[in-house]
């Protein structure tokens, strides 16, 4: 009875040993894949350690804005779009907390200077990390395509104001306004959607 049993029990431990096995290259592979999707849906952590370069408010600034991270509202015309990064200091430390505000044109080049669609603020997250989803905003006479934003640090630190640009317009050139340490990078995360990215650097 003895000498049956014992092929059967290193049977039935081999099997064992080949089901954990493959479960855990499979786990192995989820995780992998869980991490590369989650590395694609956030803006790369690359930091130049350059402070942000100021620009002008403009003259379609509000205050009262609301803390949102959808700031195109329904039917607002326009490429739909993602633009995400992280707020750094310029020792490539990430800020939590950072306050972000955003305002835009929509996709005619308009803004919205009685309500507050496509305007918006929020606070980035315990990674720096923020994101807004917007729409890609359009020229108007003497301004190529551009996103305002202000920045700040924390509640005890200063303001700053500057403004985000789009690679390869043809407006960019004749903007004078423009500056290309401020041009954002496109990619495609996963589902197909489009987004740009930009990591935002604060002395």
């Known amino acids: 009875m003895r000498k049956v049993l014992i092929p059967i029990i290193i049977v039935v431990l081999l099997a064992s040993i080949f089901i954990l096995s493959k479960n855990s290259k ?15 849906q956030n803006t790369p952590e690359n930091c130049s350690g350059k402070a942000l370069i100021e620009l002008t408010e403009g003259p379609y600034y509000k205050t009262g804005s609301p803390e949102r ?3 195109a509202e329904s039917n607002t015309p326009g490429e739909h779009l993602i633009l ?14 950072a306050w972000l505000d955003f305002w835009q044109a929509d996709g005619e080049g308009n803004y919205d200077n009685l309500g507050y669609n496509l305007r918006g ?8 990390f923020f994101r807004i989803e917007t729409i890609v905003p359009g020229q108007y006479p003497g301004r190529t395509e551009h996103i305002h934003f202000k920045v700040r640090k924390s ?3 200063s303001v700053i104001t500057s403004q985000l640009f789009f690679p390869d317009s043809d407006t960019n050139s004749t903007d004078t306004i423009f500056d290309d340490s401020l041009i954002v990078e496109f990619g495609t995360d996963p589902d197909g959607s ?4 930009y990591n935002i650097i604060v002395p």
């Open 26 to 40: 499979q786990q192995e592979k989820i995780s992998q894949e869980s991490n590369s999707q989650a590395a694609s």
């Open 69 to 71: 991270e959808k700031i």
């Open 155 to 157: 509640e005890n630190s």
């Open 194 to 197: 489009k987004f740009a990215s």
């Open 121 to 128: 603020h929020q606070y980035t997250d315990e990674n720096g």
């Open 84 to 97: 995400k990064g992280y707020v750094f200091d310029t020792d490539c430390k990430s800020i939590a907390n």
